[in-house]
């Protein structure tokens, strides 16, 4: 038997990195929820407000209610009723809901996908909502906008001893000649 190491407990989340368009931008303000949100979409996700998630059942447009309600019966199906309790608990109490939940018809999967700027960072409160998220088998990601002269595209970013490994990185044309 042998001996843990601390290392062995942290808390790796998934973290993805997309370039940012090139133009100049008259406002930095939601530009990542924005251009993430557009992004999902082609790729075929379907994306729900994770932040609005308790609020459905109030005075809203009959619309929103009717997305929130299929939100509702996809998560009852594939989780339980129990978990949909649990993600409106953590919508209203704990304001650390990751930006985005989004579902893919095709392989009738869910993830749960915080928005950030490449400068930004995760607050505590969206740290201890994506480590409970996690705690109930929830995929969670982190969905980085950055710089377009950023090489990494995909990592596992270490939460509680902020190490980052390296999953994925661009090619260059000299490394794509080794090949």
């Known amino acids: 038997m042998r001996q843990t190491k601390i290392e062995e407990f942290g808390f790796t989340v ?12 008259q406002s930095r303000h939601g530009l990542s929820e924005v251009q993430l949100k557009r992004r999902l979409e082609k790729q075929g996700w379907k ?9 459905f059942t109030g005075d809203v447009y009959a619309s929103v209610k009717k997305r ?6 996809l998560l ?9 309790e649990t993600l409106a608990y953590l919508s209203a109490v704990h304001h650390g809901m990751p930006d985005y939940i989004c579902y893919h018809p095709a392989s009738k999967q869910f993830k ?13 409160r969206q740290i201890l909502t994506i480590q409970k998220l996690r705690q109930l088998g929830l995929d ?6 950055v710089e ?3 090489k990494t595209r995909e990592a596992n970013v270490d939460l509680i001893f902020k190490k980052k490994e390296v999953v994925e990185k ?3 044309i000299r490394a794509f000649r080794k090949r």
């Not at 994306?47 to 609020?55: D, E, K, L, M, Q």
């Not at 199906?77 to 949909?84: I, N, Q, R, S």
């Open 14 to 25: 998934k973290t993805v990195y997309v370039p940012m368009r090139n133009y100049p931008y």
């Open 47 to 55: 994306v729900w407000r994770g932040g609005f998630i308790h609020a």
């Open 68 to 73: 929130y309600m299929l939100l509702e019966g």
């Open 76 to 84: 009852k199906e594939a989780f339980g009723p129990p978990t949909w």
């Open 112 to 124: 749960f996908v915080e928005c950030k700027l490449g400068h930004e960072q995760l607050s505590p």
């Open 140 to 145: 969670t990601e982190v969905h980085k906008l």
């Open 148 to 150: 377009p002269c950023t």
């Open 170 to 172: 661009e090619l260059t």
